[in-house]
């Protein structure tokens, strides 16, 4: 009862195709690669930028400070 067998997946197919029919589940699939590429060609890009974004984050400044609370702050003028 847990686990379906190859019959079972056989008609789940065939009933997909009769609802959507051939050319409907063509074109999901096309959609779907060219996302899939999409994605993979941004992420890609994105990599080739990072280095850019680590040198100009590089070249910025830096302030030296230090940060207390303010009751810290008062409690030691007290």
């Not at 990599?47 to 302030?63: D, M, R, V, Y």
């Amino acid at each position: 009862m847990g686990s379906f067998s190859i019959w079972h997946w056989l008609i789940v197919l065939l009933v997909v195709v009769l609802i959507f029919g051939t050319k409907k589940l063509r074109n999901i699939g096309a959609d779907i690669g060219g996302a899939v590429k999409g994605f993979k060609d941004g992420m890609k890009a994105e990599e080739e930028k990072s280095p850019a974004k680590a040198e100009i984050t590089a070249a910025g400044q830096t302030i030296e400070g230090e940060a207390k609370k303010e009751t810290q702050a008062k409690a030691v003028k007290e």
